[in-house]
């Protein structure tokens, strides 16, 4: 079984900077993706990241393109999301979420992912 579990959250102020971690168990299967996902309270699940695990280019949404960069420790299984230049709107539960099949078209869909971290609250004030 395939579990996750994030840390690295915390309060900064706008401007600051966060590096979040998912760390992965139970999965050798060393291929696939990892996506990264926010929520606000009463707000929708919002897609980040994606990287391919393994190497290879990442993928941002337009709201954090060139303030977060995705980045992975293959030999520790984990996968870390740098948050620099944070904003007020930046702020909510950050979410990793893993998929285990080597191709996807759908990055920013929840549905694409088989299993989710639990995740940790990144709040900037």
């Not at 696939?32 to 929520?39: A, I």
Request: net charge neutral; with cysteine.
């Amino acid at each position: 079984h395939v579990q996750l579990v994030e840390s690295g959250g915390g309060s900064v102020q706008p401007g600051g900077s966060l590096n979040l971690s998912c760390v992965i168990t139970g999965d050798t299967y060393g291929r696939g993706y990892v996506g990264w996902f926010r929520q606000a309270p009463g707000k929708e699940r919002e897609w980040v990241a994606l990287t391919s695990i393994g190497g290879g280019a990442s993928k941002y949404s337009d709201s954090v393109k060139g303030r977060f960069i995705d980045s992975q420790d293959n030999e520790k299984n984990t996968v870390f999301l740098q948050m620099n230049s944070l904003k007020s709107e930046d702020s909510g539960m950050y979410f990793c979420a893993r998929r285990l099949r080597t191709h996807i078209t759908y990055w920013e869909l929840p549905t694409s992912y088989e299993y989710w971290g639990q995740g940790t609250q990144v709040t900037v004030s």
